[in-house]
């Protein structure tokens, strides 16, 4: 599986972005898919996660409210809608894709992983 990550650039606190990957390779509705970012200095953490068919997501406590993931099988695509954008935001954002479980939280059962898209907020 091949995931291209894409979207990202700079904007202002409070703005919007939507980030997409999209997938080639492998059946893409067999694939639960998440978003994970890592900041400068820290450890890569979960933003959200959407279910296989796309009737489940979840969310970091950290973006609830603010961010939504979607998906799009038909274009083999998930989405992250980014909105009321804060400077701790900033990072690099990646699409994974998860063969076996739907909903993990855990960076380690996701199977595949794009290049990454930075986002940069500014105050």
């Known amino acids: 599986v091949q995931l291209q990550a894409s979207g990202g650039g700079l904007v202002q606190a409070g703005g919007s972005l939507r980030l997409s990957c999209t997938a080639s390779?492998?059946?893409?509705?067999?694939?639960?898919m998440g978003w994970f970012r890592q900041a400068p200095g820290k450890e890569r953490e979960f933003v959200a996660g959407v279910s296989w068919g796309g009737g489940d997501t979840y969310y970091a406590d950290s973006v609830k409210g603010r961010f939504t993931i979607s998906r799009d099988n038909a274009k083999n695509t998930v989405y992250l809608q980014m909105n009321s954008l804060k400077p701790e935001d900033t990072a690099v954002y990646f699409c994974a894709a998860d063969q076996f479980y739907s909903g993990s939280y855990q960076e380690r059962t996701y199977d595949y992983w794009g290049q990454g898209t930075l986002v940069t907020v500014s105050s």
């Open positions: 390779g492998r059946t893409f509705i067999s694939l639960a």
